[in-house]
Each structure stands twice: as structure tokens, then as C-alpha cells.
């Protein structure tokens, strides 16, 4: 009974000891991570807001009123055709007339053609714009994390709450107008 007594002691004042070297650990290797700098960065505010953005969107915005003018002139020219091909009908045998209608159906799918590689020249030409833009933005984030400490750089649109002492993006926003105001897009292929 006395040495199960001892046993009991003994086993108790280890789980104690133990206890109390755990959260001792514990609270050492909690003290470090307290120190740990964050920041908020709101990626969308500075792909609305930033100026090389808008600049990028006007030149595209100017590149596509070109386009649509000749997509209406072509538009027009089919109208035409078609009204033309309609008066034909009466005139023309059927075998005639199957083959004026094949031309202006191939007519009116290589239109279709233009516009299609027109749209796809215009996204591809913007997408290689906002990769300059992102590359600058992405070295602008690091350099600013590098400068101020900062390990962790969190999406605004992934957090919940926030203190607004760690939200970067007025800084970040205006570093990259001051290095990147502006930024020529390169003219769409036909």
C-alpha cells in the first residue's frame, strides 16, 4: 500500500512537472510568433484604381471602337449582299442562285472569322499589358515587405476582419503610379 502510495505520488508530481514544461514551451514558442508582421494589400482597389489600369483600359477601349467600325462597315456591306442576293432570287436559276447564296454564307463566316481573331487579338494584347503590370506590382509588394518587415502579405478579399494598421494598399497603390504611369500597349494584330 505504501509503495502503490509512492507510485501514485510520484506519477502525479511527474504529470506536473511535465505539465508545467509543455506550457512553458509553449508560451516561448508563442512569444515569437506575436512578433510576426502582416499586411493587408486590397488587390482589386489597385487593378481598378491604379493609373497604368486605365491607361491600359482607354488604349483598348480606342484599339476596339477601331475594330467595330470595320466590323459595321462589314456588317453593312452584308446587308447589301444579302438585299442583292434576295432581288437575284427571281432572276437566277436555283442552281445559280445555290451557288451566290454559298459565296455569301462564306462571306458572312469569314466576318464572323474577323471579329472572333479581332476580340482574341484584343485580350491577348491586354493580358501581355497587365503582365508587365503585375510583374511591377509583384516586385513593388516585396520590396515594400522586404523594407518594412513584413513575412506575410494577405488578399483583402481573403480576410474577414482587419485592422486597418495593416492594410498596405494606399502605399503599394502609389509607389506603382510613381514608377508606372503609364504603359503602351501594343497595337492588336488583325
Do not use: H, W, Y
Request: aromatic fraction near 4%.
Amino acid at each position: 500500500m505504501t509503495s502503490f502510495r509512492s507510485l501514485l505520488i510520484l506519477t502525479i508530481s511527474l504529470f506536473l512537472c511535465i505539465s508545467a514544461a509543455v506550457a512553458q514551451t509553449a508560451s516561448q514558442t508563442a512569444a515569437p510568433s506575436s512578433g510576426i508582421n502582416i499586411a493587408v494589400l486590397d488587390l482589386e482597389t489597385i487593378r481598378r484604381e491604379a493609373s497604368v489600369v486605365k491607361d491600359i483600359r482607354a488604349q483598348i477601349t480606342v484599339f476596339r471602337k477601331s475594330f467595330q467600325a470595320d466590323v459595321e462597315k462589314e456588317e453593312k456591306a452584308l446587308r447589301e449582299a444579302n438585299q442583292e442576293l434576295a432581288k437575284k432570287r427571281t432572276i437566277l436559276t436555283p442552281e445559280s442562285f445555290a451557288e451566290e447564296r454559298r459565296k455569301f454564307e462564306q462571306r458572312v463566316v469569314e466576318v464572323q472569322r474577323l471579329v472572333q481573331q479581332r476580340k482574341q487579338s484584343l485580350a491577348k494584347v491586354r493580358a501581355d499589358a497587365m503582365v508587365q503590370v503585375e510583374g511591377k506590382l509583384n516586385r513593388i509588394i516585396t520590396d515594400m515587405a522586404n523594407r518594412l518587415g513584413i513575412v506575410l502579405v494577405l488578399n483583402r478579399s481573403q480576410t474577414i476582419m482587419v485592422d486597418r494598421s495593416l492594410e498596405i494598399t494606399k502605399e503599394v497603390l502609389a509607389e506603382l503610379d510613381r514608377s508606372i504611369p503609364k504603359l503602351q500597349v501594343a497595337a492588336p494584330g488583325n
